[in-house]
């Protein structure tokens, strides 16, 4: 009898060893740490709805080998302290191989010099536009390890310099938020406004969280410009822009791609901001755009898709479940390989949804390439992380931000390079 269940736990044993990793419990765990809460708690709350709607659809299509993508979602609270602790719980007790944020870059870029570069972990931010990533890419500090769905603030502030310009603003005040995000951009506009034949009145920072920012919007107005740079979130932002207004501020003003939120609009007052004019890193339409707009309020509880990072969150949650599937392992280094692959020139389009990625499966299978082209449109990944895209140029108009124009990345790098000389 001894010897019957003997055999028999030897032969169970080895059945379940030779069945495929599909059973109920088998998942991979990619860390998502998103500001939920605080001054950009609007991009966090649609970016991680975002992910985790690329994870539904990926796994709904067959996941890795029946796995299931599984996101451990933390909130950095907009700030860098929060975002390193939560990342670091992240990557040396739950071990994941990757780490989907953060949002903005003041958050980002300490998680990632503190946290990824140092353990190797792969981390993709869908938001994160400070060109110091770029620059710390370039001076070997990060492995490798750091991508982004957003083009660098550097290619937005000579498109917000040449937009100003074109609408007539030839004396502007600017505010912004002081950090790297704010700085950088601020400095990028800076010298492609002045090279322009721009005039900047004044320049102030502010720090985020402040109960009134009266004193900077009088300092703002010294000189009187036409209008007024805001470089902010929404929420310091709208604080700021009332006092820019209740101060006797011109209601002209240019705003940076986070300000492009329907909580600031209704947060000043759409009358005041018919002359409001923004940048944004730009879409080039694909079936993937289509599919989103068509599903992603109803899966994210009524967050509207053209909610700030929401699109390119997607993409970097469906850019991360395909290179693990093609990695075919949890593994960062394999991981890291595999992102730039899935989004080569050359590979069979993919588009998002779990049709798309059932199709994806079957070519990774298959050892063929893939080209994912999401919601923003088709990217490519250089060397350091980065993407090139067109910057949309869009204004406010009775509440509704509308698309007026686009300047393409070639026209974009054009100028820059012109404007270098």
């Known amino acids: 009898m001894r010897m019957f269940l003997l055999s028999s736990a030897i032969l169970a044993s080895a059945s379940v060893a030779s069945m495929p990793a599909q059973a109920a419990d088998c998942s991979i765990t990619v860390g998502v740490v998103m500001s939920l809460t605080g001054p950009a708690g609007v991009y966090g709350q649609a970016g991680a709805k975002a992910v985790d709607m690329a994870f539904h659809d990926f796994n709904e299509a067959g996941g890795v080998n029946g796995c ?18 939560q990342a670091s719980q992240l990557v040396n007790i739950k071990k994941v191989p990757v780490i989907i944020g953060g949002i903005i870059s003041s958050v980002s870029l300490p998680i990632l010099t503190s946290v990824t570069a140092p353990a190797d972990v792969v981390q993709v931010s869908p938001a994160s536009s400070s060109p110091t ?3 710390l890419g370039r001076e070997g500090k990060t492995n490798g390890v750091f991508f982004r769905t957003i083009t660098s603030d550097s290619l937005q502030g000579t498109a917000a310099a040449k937009y100003a310009i074109d609408q007539g603003f030839k004396k502007l005040a600017i505010i912004y938020v002081n950090n790297d995000f704010g700085a950088n951009l601020m400095a990028e506009f800076k010298s492609a406004y002045n090279k322009l034949g721009g005039t900047i009145t004044s320049i102030t920072p502010y720090n985020e969280k402040q109960a009134s920012y009266s004193a900077e919007a009088d300092a703002a107005m010294k000189g009187n410009p036409q209008a007024l740079y805001l470089i902010s979130y929404p929420v310091d932002g709208a604080t700021i822009a009332r006092a820019w207004i209740s101060h006797g501020g011109p209601q002209k003003f240019l705003l940076n791609d986070g300000m492009n939120s329907s909580d600031f609009i209704k947060a000043v007052g759409a009358k005041y901001l018919n002359n409001a004019y923004g940048t944004s890193s730009g879409t080039d339409k694909t079936a993937s755009t289509k599919y989103f707009y068509d599903n992603f309020a109803a899966f994210s509880g009524g967050i509207k898709p053209d909610a700030p990072a929401a699109d390119r969150s997607y993409d970097a949650g469906a850019i991360v479940a395909l290179a693990i599937a093609k990695a075919g392992k949890a593994n960062a280094d394999a991981i890291k390989a595999a992102i730039p692959e899935v989004v080569a020139q050359g590979g069979t389009p993919i588009y998002a949804g779990t049709a798309g990625f059932k199709k994806a499966l079957k070519l990774i299978k298959e050892g063929k390439p893939i080209r994912y082209e999401g919601v923003i449109g088709p990217v490519n990944f250089d060397k350091y992380g980065d993407i090139t895209g067109p910057m949309r140029l869009w204004r406010i108009k009775d509440g509704k931000v509308t698309t007026v124009g686009t300047m393409s990345a070639d026209a974009v790098s054009k100028l820059k390079a012109e404007l270098a000389k």
Not at 72 to 82: E, F, I, L, N
């Open 68 to 85: 299931k993508i599984v996101s451990d979602a933390r909130d950095a609270q907009s700030q860098g302290t929060v975002a390193v602790d």
């Open 133 to 135: 990533l770029t620059k």
